[in-house]
């Protein structure tokens, strides 16, 4: 399974950006699909998660409001669109793959992942 993120770049605070995630080798219905980011300096964290069926999303405190996932199963693609970024949204984002029987609870965690993207940069200016 290789995943390959996109839709990164530079953009000032209070814009949009929308980042996707093109999964190849395995069909994505099989998985739930996250976004994480790491900053410099910075351990890797969680911004949000969608289950394999679509039925269940999840985001962080942090992007609550402000980012939305979604998935077009057909497309084998996962979407990040993220709205009034800030300064702090700067990172690099990376799209990763869980199998659909990975409990809810786990999937914030980046252990509960199998398989990962390459990242793409994401720089928001004050």
């Known amino acids: 399974v290789q995943l390959q993120a996109s839709g990164g770049g530079l953009v000032q605070a209070g814009g949009s950006l929308r980042l996707s995630c093109a999964v190849s080798?395995?069909?994505?219905?099989?998985?739930?699909m996250g976004w994480f980011r790491q900053a410099p300096g910075k351990e890797r964290e969680f911004v949000g998660g969608?289950?394999?069926?679509?039925?269940?999303?999840y985001y962080a405190d942090s992007v609550k409001g402000r980012f939305a996932i979604s998935r077009d199963n057909a497309k084998n693609t996962v979407d990040l669109q993220m709205n009034s970024l800030k300064p702090e949204d700067t990172a690099v984002y990376y799209c990763?793959?869980?199998?659909?029987?990975?409990?809810?609870?786990?999937?914030?965690?980046?252990?509960?992942?199998?398989?990962w993207g390459q990242g793409t940069q994401v720089t928001v200016s004050s």
């Open positions: 969608i289950r394999w069926s679509g039925s269940g999303k």
């Open positions: 990763a793959a869980a199998s659909k029987t990975k409990i809810l609870s786990s999937l914030s965690s980046p252990g509960a992942y199998d398989y």
């Open positions: 080798g395995r069909t994505i219905n099989t998985y739930n």
